[in-house]
C-alpha cells in the first residue's frame, strides 16, 4: 500500500478519534475530585447507562442491513439469553456478551437455513 492509500484512517484519526479522546481526557480531568457518591456523579452514571440501554433496544427492535435479516425472535431470545447468562454467572459482563453472541449466531444461523 501507498501513502495514499492511508488518507481514510487518517480522516478517521483526525475528525472520529482525536475530537472524542479531547472530551474524555477533560472529563476526567474534570471527575478527579468528585465523590462517586455524589448525586452529580449517580446521575451521569444513570443516564450513560439507559443511553446504552436504549441504543440496545433499538438495534434488536428496530434493526436495519443485515441485522434486519436474523428476525426478531432471534435477536430477543438471543439478548435474554445474554442477560439471563450474565446473572447466573455472578454479573459477569463476559459470559453475558459471550452467551447471547452466540446465541444470536446460532438463532441466524437456523432461521436462515
Same mark, same amino acid.
Given at each position: 500500500?501507498t501513502? *495514499?492509500? @492511508?488518507?481514510p484512517?487518517?480522516v %478517521?484519526l #483526525?475528525?472520529?478519534? #482525536?475530537?472524542?479522546?479531547?472530551?474524555?481526557?477533560f472529563?476526567?480531568?474534570l $471527575? +478527579?475530585?468528585?465523590?462517586?457518591?455524589?448525586? #452529580?456523579?449517580? %446521575?451521569? +452514571?444513570a443516564?450513560?447507562?439507559?443511553?446504552?440501554a436504549?441504543?440496545v433496544?433499538?438495534?434488536?427492535l428496530?434493526s436495519g442491513?443485515?441485522?434486519?435479516?436474523?428476525p426478531?425472535?432471534? +435477536?430477543?431470545g438471543?439478548?435474554? %439469553?445474554? !442477560?439471563?447468562?450474565y446473572?447466573l $454467572?455472578r454479573r459477569?459482563?463476559f459470559?453475558?456478551? *459471550?452467551v447471547g453472541?452466540a446465541? !444470536?449466531?446460532i438463532g441466524g @444461523?437456523w @432461521?436462515?437455513?
Amino acid at each position: 500500500m501507498t501513502l *495514499a492509500d @492511508y488518507w481514510p484512517f487518517a480522516v %478517521l484519526l #483526525l475528525v472520529g478519534f #482525536l475530537p472524542n479522546e479531547m472530551w474524555r481526557v477533560f472529563g476526567l480531568v474534570l $471527575a +478527579r475530585g468528585l465523590n462517586e457518591d455524589s448525586e #452529580l456523579v449517580i %446521575l451521569s +452514571r444513570a443516564l450513560a447507562t439507559a443511553t446504552i440501554a436504549g441504543v440496545v433496544a433499538k438495534l434488536i427492535l428496530f434493526s436495519g442491513g443485515a441485522l434486519a435479516l436474523v428476525p426478531i425472535e432471534a +435477536r430477543v431470545g438471543a439478548a435474554a %439469553l445474554g !442477560f439471563a447468562a450474565y446473572f447466573l $454467572a455472578r454479573r459477569s459482563v463476559f459470559v453475558g456478551v *459471550a452467551v447471547g453472541e452466540a446465541a !444470536f449466531l446460532i438463532g441466524g @444461523y437456523w @432461521y436462515q437455513g
